[in-house]
């Protein structure tokens, strides 16, 4: 410990301080040397230029508490990475400060050494040290940050002019001590306050007073004057044993320490370290070492770029509590009553620290017999060992075969049973008295007969014997179901092949769920397939409206530009069944790709079934008959009726088609039903829910596996060509989704086909179905603007129009519309608006139109609607009427009229709530 040095040191101190040639002469050498410093400087130059690190110790080499501090210094600094080269200079300041003329010649002396030295920082230690920077730094170190230490009073506005300067403050604080000596002392009733020529101890006991009041009112607390040994002897010598004696400062501990260690009869407590160790029982010391340490560390950051005036004075380092092992011996104290950390001086050495070599020798000599005994005993209780070793490990092996969760057999050379394990025979459900036998053609014929290729088994086995290094792997079957994993490898002792041992491992339940894995694969296969075309068809579809709107629409007007007895009329009429075929085939297509919008109500199928095999049977050949069978008791389903309607006709069709014109039976039933596990596994939103059933059965041809697994792909069909589109069934798939419901098929070839459409069932009453509208009349003379990015489109629009009676303009384009509305504000009572055009959408250019022109009617006209999200835009928009795509003359000339008059509406409405 660092404290063990500070005895000798204060012993080497004294002698250095009793010469009195020192001490008279020491202003003459530093004449000689501010003679010499030239020279020196100039030799020293190149070492001082490379050197960043300056420090000021005040007093001399023989003061213990300066020594004390430049160890904690050099310690950090060699200990930085990389370390820190330092320059160490005592100025041999004796007393409290220099006189002015030492002053001067120091000044002049470090002038001449350090004339070419570019210190970056300065560590100070002490006041004179501080004081002398402080007057002297910019003429010498102008360059150099300052850090010190060991200064007890310092005042911060020294550094309001002075950036280059923070340091540690030295907190003389005697509380610590006094608490260890309540520690230590419990029964302390009286405390000695030891003071010296600096007055220092009444600001001691006042800050005893001020910091611990209670403690202070239980322990009399004493100032006592001691200028002479006579004094101080006699103030400690006849102290009572609930005394102690506290050192406020070192001039005591130097001059007469040990004696008045020896001479007081109580505990006595120091303040510094290494300065009082030697004149007291312990304390919690100010430790020059740690300043220093402090000092350095603050000077590090000053060298890695870190300016003085951002870093803020240390108040204070903690102090390390000491004792001396003799004196805690001496006054009987407790050692478990000392703060964790504490350091104890002059401990006593242990006898293997006193007589190493000796305690060596025993201890090897021990060691020795010891190990001598240990053999002997290991060498006589070897034979013991030995005789169980092997019945333990056979032990052990049987227990760890039958813990394994694989059944292992093993065989010798010539297939002998040499044994196996308890998972072999519950694998193989081996009785116990074929256990017990051990008859291996017995055991043979046993497993043989529980598997389902036996010949291929033993076939096998016997090219396996064949070749006794080989290893091999095969899957057996059961005939109950059971699949294992069976393993062999070769078993040997020596190098040599002695036997093979068979493992087998019940693999069913993973062969299982590997088997339900692929059949869930393959369904995530066909449904990621059926998005992608569902994704295509919707977007064909969208864009075959805009054909469509353009060829239905002239199929319009030029059937209707000619008389009804011409010839030519005839040819029109077919163009418009053609197109609106096509038009019905957009609709399925979009609403099997669920981008058609359809209004669910709370309904009965069976008046929806009735209609649907009422015009059924008006298709369907004679030959075939058609059975229907309704419970007028199932629940009410939430439906779209016109889209269950479709898929009840396309079953029906498709199954007229599969009796391929021979007679048959078509049966349609509607029942209620229970979803059973299969079926609530594979569609989940079913579990739990009562549902109606659909079932639509037929006599016909049937279809194989593969066939049953495209049936509902888009645009996949048996018929030939021109005989269907292959969206029926799709279109079937398409419409149950939509209804949250579930479709599934049953056939196989030459025995017919039965499809099942599970609806859930609502509670509530169904809704009565709504007059159909009456057909909608011309409009009123209106100024119209169409807008429309598709030039046939925009053509037959306008056309249409005019020949409606309406003053028709129409623009190419969202742009050139808008233009001409900024133009004429109140130019037109109604704007037609496609929704999907290049530069803007029919939303964005209604909401244009609504702020150009309130006043006036918007139409949307779009292809398709999809989630209903335009619908509502359009509502908060304010958009009176959407016109599908592609609309006859009678829908577009109704969509204006129903516009007009609801903007007309609409602006009465805003003068009556104005007035």
């Known amino acids: 410990m660092r404290f063990e040095r500070s005895p000798e040191l204060i012993a080497a101190a004294a002698s250095r301080r009793r010469s009195t040639v020192w001490a008279h002469f020491h202003e003459l050498i530093l004449v000689l040397l501010v003679s010499l410093a030239g020279p020196l400087a100039a030799a020293a130059a190149g070492e001082d230029a490379q050197t960043p690190v300056l420090i000021l110790i005040s007093r001399s080499p023989a003061d213990s508490w300066a020594v004390a501090e430049l160890d904690g210094m050099l310690h950090v600094l060699d200990a930085a990475q990389p370390p820190v080269r330092a320059v160490v200079e005592y100025m041999d300041v004796q007393g409290g400060t220099a006189r002015p003329e030492y002053d001067a010649d120091l000044l002049e002396y470090y002038r001449g050494k350090f004339a070419r030295g570019q210190f970056r920082v300065v560590l100070a230690a002490d006041e004179p040290a501080l004081a002398f920077l402080i007057a002297h730094h910019d003429e010498l170190f102008p360059q150099a ?7 007890t009073k310092f005042d911060e506005q020294l550094r309001s002019d002075r950036p280059w300067l923070t340091g540690v403050i030295e907190n003389a604080d005697p509380t610590p001590s006094f608490r260890l000596a309540l520690k230590l002392q419990p029964h302390l009733a009286r405390l000695i306050i030891l003071e010296d020529s600096t007055m220092s101890g009444r600001g001691n006991k006042v800050h005893i007073e001020r910091e611990m009041p209670e403690e202070a009112k239980r322990v009399s607390l004493e100032l006592v004057r001691a200028d002479t040994a006579h004094a101080l002897f006699s103030a ?6 609930n005394s102690a004696v506290l050192l406020t400062r070192a001039q005591v501990a130097r001059r007469m320490g040990p004696e008045l260690l020896a001479r007081c009869p109580v505990p006595i407590y120091g303040q510094r370290s290494p300065t009082h160790v030697g004149a007291m029982l312990g304390g919690a010391l100010i430790d020059g070492e740690r300043h220093g340490e402090a000092a350095a560390q603050l000077g590090l950051r000053l060298l890695a770029g870190e300016p003085a005036a951002n870093i803020p004075t240390v108040p204070g380092v903690a102090p390390r509590v000491v004792v001396d092992y003799a004196q805690m011996q001496r006054f009987k104290l407790p050692f478990a009553a000392l703060p964790p950390g504490a350091d104890i001086l002059n401990r006593p050495r242990h006898v293997w620290e006193e007589h190493p070599r000796t305690a060596r020798a025993v201890l090897a000599a021990f060691g020795f017999l010891s190990i001598l005994a240990g053999w002997l005993a290991w060498a006589l209780a070897q034979k013991r060992r030995n005789a169980t070793a092997l019945k333990t490990s056979l032990s052990l092996l049987n227990a760890t075969l039958d813990a394994s969760f694989d059944g292992v057999l093993v065989v010798d050379t010539n297939g002998k049973v040499s044994g196996f394990n308890r998972r072999f025979a519950e694998l193989w459900a081996i009785p116990r008295e074929l256990v017990e036998h051990r008859d291996d053609a017995e055991l043979l014929t046993f497993v043989l007969d529980q598997l389902k290729d036996p010949d291929t088994f033993l076939e096998r086995v016997r090219k396996l014997y064949a070749t006794p290094d080989a290893e091999s792997f095969e899957t057996i079957e059961f005939k109950d179901g059971r699949v294992f994993d069976r393993r062999s490898r070769p078993q040997r002792l020596d190098e040599k092949t002695v036997g093979r041992v068979w493992t087998f491992a019940d693999i069913t339940a993973r062969r299982a769920a590997e088997d339900a894995h692929r059949r869930l694969e393959a369904k995530l296969a066909h449904t990621h397939r059926l998005e992608a075309l569902v994704t295509l068809a919707g977007g064909i579809a969208h864009d075959f409206n805009n054909l469509l709107a353009a060829i239905l629409g002239y199929a319009h007007l030029g059937r209707d530009s000619l008389a009804k007895d011409e010839p030519a009329r005839a040819d029109f009429d077919a163009v418009v069944k053609a197109s609106e075929r096509a038009r019905d085939l957009v609709h399925q297509i979009l609403t099997f790709s669920r981008q058609s919008p359809f209004e669910r109500r709370v309904i009965q199928l069976g008046p929806v079934i009735h209609d649907a095999v009422r015009l059924l049977r008006a298709t369907t050949p004679a030959a075939v008959e058609i059975q229907c069978e309704i419970d007028d008791a199932a629940g009410t389903v939430l439906a779209d009726s016109s889209q269950v309607h479709q898929a009840i006709l396309n ?23 229970e979803i059973g596990p299969q079926l609530a596994d594979e569609h989940p939103a079913l579990r739990d829910r009562a549902c109606v059933c659909v079932t639509v059965r037929d006599t016909g041809c049937g279809m194989d596996a593969e066939t049953l697994r495209r049936v509902f792909d888009p645009f996949f069909t048996t018929k030939a060509p021109g005989e269907g589109t292959g969206l029926g069934l799709a279109m079937v798939h398409g419409i149950v989704q939509n209804h949250d419901g579930a479709v599934t098929l049953d056939s196989a070839p030459g025995e017919g086909t039965t499809a099942r459409l599970y609806f859930p069932i609502v509670d509530l009453p169904a809704a009565s179905e709504p007059p159909p509208d009456a057909p909608p009349a ?17 053509r037959v629009a306008e056309l249409t129009l005019r020949r409606l009676g309406c003053e028709t303009t129409a623009c190419h384009g969202p742009v050139a519309a808008l233009a001409r509305l900024r133009e004429q504000p109140s130019g037109f009572d109604v704007v037609i ?7 803007m959408t029919g939303i964005e250019v209604a909401t244009e139109v609504r702020r150009i022109c309130p006043e006036t009617a918007i139409v949307l006209a779009t292809g398709f609607l999809g989630d209903g999200a335009v619908e509502q835009r359009a509502a908060q928009i304010g958009i ?12 577009l000339g109704a969509a204006v009229r129903r516009a007009a008059e609801k903007a007309h509406a609409r602006r009465e409405g805003e003068l009556a709530a104005a007035s």
């Open 833 to 839: 608006t496609d929704l999907n055009m290049p530069e």
């Open 880 to 891: 009176e009427e959407i016109v599908a795509k592609p609309f006859s003359p009678a829908t």
């Open 651 to 673: 079953l029906g069709t498709n199954a007229v088609h599969a009796v391929q014109g021979r007679p048959g039976v078509i049966s349609v039933r509607l029942e209620p039903v």
């Open 145 to 151: 940050q300052v850090a010190f230490c060991g200064i």
């Open 778 to 794: 011309s409009p009123r003379a209106q100024r119209v603007l169409v807008i429309d990015d598709e030039v046939a489109v925009l």
């Open 236 to 241: 400690v010598e006849n102290l009572e044993p």
